[in-house]
């Protein structure tokens, strides 16, 4: 299996920052990588697949880059809704999830 | 508008073969390109994906549960059957089903989740 790595497994950030979290996969998956965000409670929502395209609908708040084995989740202007878990997932291969990283309000 | 919707026992004992069902409506397991996939996730921890079934019947399962994982689908009741042998508490968490990507087209569709526990 293809192993996801998330870091850091929780961060701290105030409304209007701008928020980075990385994902590294234990091999290439070319750009297979989506992201997903996750309120208590609540199911996932996709937000970036082919690690860089937007879902329908996602603001251009959320931006992904990365290729191979590093790729990244940008977040900018950070707003209260924005606070939530976060998962990054490969499917070049029978899909995996990373460990998620947790986003609090500093 | 597509829908999901996961049913099943809320509470299994060890040992037992849990069966969930998810029904979906505003799209068709017989039209090209479409799938169902079976994600769950333990209280306070990550995502699993599961297993995944085909408009053409191929399926796909989770490396480390393949043994205990079946798939399979009813075009004509749009539902999907996942069954998972030899509950165990360790397998205590939310069920999704989810339309997400299919090989080719991605979507972002999720059942609200059931909630299974494997307890004596």
């Known amino acids: 299996d293809i192993q996801m790595t998330q870091s850091p497994s929780s961060l701290s950030a105030s409304v209007g920052d701008r928020v980075t979290i990385t994902c590294r996969a234990s091999?290439?998956?070319?750009?297979?990588l989506a992201w997903f965000q996750q309120k208590p409670g609540k199911a996932p929502k996709s937000l970036i697949y082919?690690?860089?395209s937007l879902q329908s609908g996602v603001p251009s708040k959320f931006s992904g880059s990365g290729s191979g084995t590093d790729f990244t989740l940008t977040i900018s202007s950070l707003q209260p809704e924005d606070f939530a878990t976060y998962y990054c997932?490969?499917?070049?291969?029978?899909?995996?999830f990373g460990q998620g990283t947790r986003l609090e309000i500093k | 508008q597509v829908t999901l919707r996961e049913s099943g026992p809320a509470l299994v004992k060890p040992t037992q073969t849990l069966t969930l069902t998810c029904t979906f409506s505003?799209?068709?397991?017989?039209?090209?390109?479409?799938?169902v996939s079976w994600i769950r996730q333990p209280p306070g921890k990550a995502l699993e994906w599961l297993a995944r079934?085909?408009?053409?019947?191929?399926?796909y399962y989770s490396t480390s549960l393949k043994t205990r994982l079946t798939i399979s689908k009813d075009t004509s009741k749009n539902q999907v059957v996942l069954t998972m042998t030899n509950m165990d508490p360790v397998d205590t968490a939310t069920y999704y089903c989810?339309?997400?990507?299919?090989?080719?087209?991605?979507?972002?569709?999720w059942g609200q989740g059931t909630l299974v526990t494997v307890s004596s």
């Open positions: 989810a339309l997400l990507y299919c090989g080719g087209d991605w979507f972002d569709y």
């Open positions: 082919a690690a860089s």
């Open positions: 091999q290439g998956i070319s750009n297979y």
């Open positions: 505003g799209f068709s397991l017989s039209t090209s390109g479409m799938c």
């Open positions: 997932q490969q499917y070049n291969s029978y899909p995996t």
């Open positions: 079934i085909d408009w053409d019947d191929d399926k």
